[in-house]
Every structure is written in C-alpha cells, then in structure tokens.
C-alpha cells in the first residue's frame, strides 16, 4: 500500500482584502507581520504567503522598503519557505504587482490565472466605525473592480521571474482558469510540475461547496495528468471545512487571516497561529502527517531558501 503523502500547510498571513478594523489581530506593521509568520511557522505552517501592508494605516502595499522591514526576521527565525503575493492591490499593474517578487526573488510567488470580478463589497455593511479613513471606500467600492489577469499579464510576470526561478503558486478562482494553465505550459511559460491553489468563496470566483472542489480536481487531473500538485483555499466560513476535504482527498490546504478572520463560526481567530495550529489537529487526526518546509521543498522542487534575495 503506497504511504499517504505529507500535507503542506500554507498561511495567508495577512492579504489585501481584509482591513484594521474587521479584527485586531489582522498584522499590519512589519514587526506584526513578522512575529505572526514566524508563529505559524511553528505551528506547523510549511510556507508562508506574504503581503505587505502601510504601517501607519494597514493599506494595501507593494513597497520594497514595507517587505525588507519583515522578511529578513522571518527568515532568521525561520526555515518556512516564503510566498510573496503578485496580487498586490486590484488597481496596480502587473509590473508593480511583481516588483517585491523581482527584488526578493523568494522561491515561492502567486499567479493569478485569470481576470474576473472579485469582489467584497458587503463586507463595508457590517460595520458602522472604521479604524482608518480609507477602509470603507476600498470596501464598498470592490462591486466596481476588475482583478486584471490577462493573457499578456500571466506572460509578463512568467518572463519577468522566469530567470529567478521561482515555483508558482498558480490561484484558480474557476475552472476556466484551469484551462488558462493548460494553454500556458503548452507555449512554455511554465514548467510541469506546476503548484495549483483551488480557491472557492470568492464573490466573482467560483462558490465554496465540496462538489466544485471535486469538479476542480476532475478536471485539472484530465488536464495535466500527474503534472501538477494542489492545494485548497477555502474563503471565509469555508476556510476549515474544505481545507478538511482537501486532507481527505489527499491534497494541501491554505489558512490564514487573509483568507478568514475567524476560528469558529461567530469567534474571531487571535492569531494566524490559532488557526494553523486547528488544521494541523484535523489533519493529524484524520491519520495524516504534515510536511516540514525541507520536505515542502522536495515535494514541490524549490530552489530552497540559499537562493533568495533576502
């Protein structure tokens, strides 16, 4: 009988959509951006996804100075593997959005495979005071953005860190996005095998029940074989329950404050450590180990950490 493979853990540390006021323990200052990563990684996290946030307000940012003020402590304390986002903001270019992964070169980067309507716009009703002045407008005015993921953008940012050579974490927000993939490695822009996040819950992405996430899987099997390895994000209340069905369909899985605030339902999480920490619990009692970052490495072929710029 063939042993059940490892189960990497990735921890969306703290992301572009939520803001200051929806949770208190949302890091934002490099010094909290840090010790939560460095905390997840303890827990069991084998790689980190890293946005940078302003450490005066906690907006959106791609500045390399924001990501230089975290990421050297992380990777001291820590031998987790490092993913920087290409998504920065849905108003930036695609040449801003890699900047911080051209200056690092870290072994691990999202791509987006595709546009779409991605929004969170009714999140702005649920509260009636903000932290800071510029959280509500970014909020209810999401109905309004297109993330811009173009053909010629997936090219670019492939081309731009092509020479860095940094493993993708390829998002697929639907199934379309699947086949955006396809058509990338048949003209050369990425190399099997290929790192793919399934992600459900998003409003513009596909929805977060279980029969989508086999469908996913279906049909990411019929394109491209024995080539790939996966992972499930699972947005908000879905976070736990599909990361669970990815363990028992013998996948990885995403958790962190980016992609949920909460730790059970009406029960904000304190840390992304906690919610590390609760995977690891569902994974090791469903009879599964989960993978180190060296043996994180070997299953997905990164560079190793030696060779970033950082």
Not at 156 to 182: M, Q, S
Request: negative net charge; contains cysteine.
């Amino acid at each position: 009988m063939a042993a059940r493979p490892k189960t990497i853990i990735s921890c969306a540390i703290t992301g572009a959509i939520h803001t200051p006021t929806m949770s208190d323990a949302l890091p934002y200052t490099a010094e909290d951006i840090a010790t939560q990563a460095i905390e997840a990684a303890e827990a069991g996290a084998a790689i980190l996804h890293l946005h940078a946030r302003r450490p005066e307000d906690g907006g959106v940012s791609v500045d390399r100075g924001h990501f230089a003020a975290f990421l050297p402590r992380i990777k001291q304390a820590s031998d987790a593997v490092i993913n920087i986002s290409t998504g920065g903001s849905l108003h930036m270019s695609i040449e801003e959005r890699v900047g911080p992964a051209l200056a690092f070169s870290p072994e691990m980067c999202s791509l987006n495979m595709g546009s779409m309507n991605f929004s969170f716009h009714p999140l702005a009703k649920r509260y009636d005071t903000w932290k800071f002045d510029w959280e509500r407008d970014y909020i209810a005015n999401s109905d309004a953005n297109i993330f811009r993921n173009t053909f010629r953008d997936i090219e670019t940012a492939a081309r731009a860190l092509a020479p860095h050579d940094i493993k993708f974490e390829h998002e697929c927000y639907d199934v379309g996005h699947l086949y955006n993939l396809r058509f990338c490695m048949d003209i050369g822009l990425f190399k099997a095998p290929v790192f793919i996040q399934f992600v459900f819950g998003i409003l513009g992405g596909i929805g977060p029940e279980v029969d989508n996430l086999v469908f996913m899987k279906r049909t990411a099997d019929r394109l491209f074989g024995t080539d790939y390895r996966w992972s499930v994000l699972g947005a908000g209340a879905a976070q736990m329950p599909l990361a669970t069905t990815a363990v028992q369909l013998g996948g990885n899985l995403r958790v962190g404050l980016e992609d949920s605030l909460f730790i059970a339902r009406g029960r904000l999480a304190r840390s992304n450590a906690e919610q590390v920490a609760k995977i690891r619990r569902i994974v090791e009692d469903l009879g599964a180990e989960i993978a180190t970052p060296e043996e994180a490495r070997e299953i997905l072929a990164l560079k190793g950490g030696d060779r970033t710029n950082f």
